[in-house]
């Protein structure tokens, strides 16, 4: 299920990103079919990780964002994921999403200048359940 947001400076996710997106969807789901749902967030985003890595696919990790208002910066963020300096993965292992962590997805594509981000909940006893694609689109 994709979250369309209107971000007047960003356009549509490209063919390329969007296939970064897939990679990183099979990578989750391979991370899923093998732990299963249950375990704390931070063995999701380590097996995430660990599975990206296995696949050649380009990431960094607890990457810092700069926020600012009004041209001032006011404090900083913290990505789980950014792979290939342009997908925005945010990792959860929750009872049930809510609109709280879409709006964190959200926050971070501004800051990062990116129009594409990916929400995982690895507690969804499916993944595709927990799975949300967030664009932001001009």
């Known amino acids: 299920m994709a979250i369309r947001i209107p971000w007047a400076v960003l356009t549509d996710p490209d063919s390329a990103l969007d296939g970064l997106a897939h990679a990183v969807i099979g990578a989750a789901i391979e991370v899923h079919r093998e732990l299963g749902p249950g ?12 599975e990206l890595g296995l696949r050649g696919i380009p990431f960094e990790r607890q990457v810092l964002v700069e926020v600012r208002y009004k041209g001032v910066r006011v404090g900083e963020g913290r990505l789980d994921l950014l ?30 200048g990116t129009p594409l981000g990916l929400l995982m ?12 694609r967030i664009i932001l689109s001009g």
């Open 83 to 112: 792979v290939g300096k342009r997908l925005v993965v945010e990792v959860k292992a929750v009872d049930k999403l809510h609109p709280v962590h879409s709006a964190q997805v959200i926050a971070y594509l501004k800051a990062v």
């Open 121 to 132: 909940n690895f507690k969804s006893a499916v993944l595709k359940d927990g799975l949300k």
């Open 39 to 50: 375990f704390l967030e931070c063995v999701y985003e380590e097996a995430l990780v660990v």
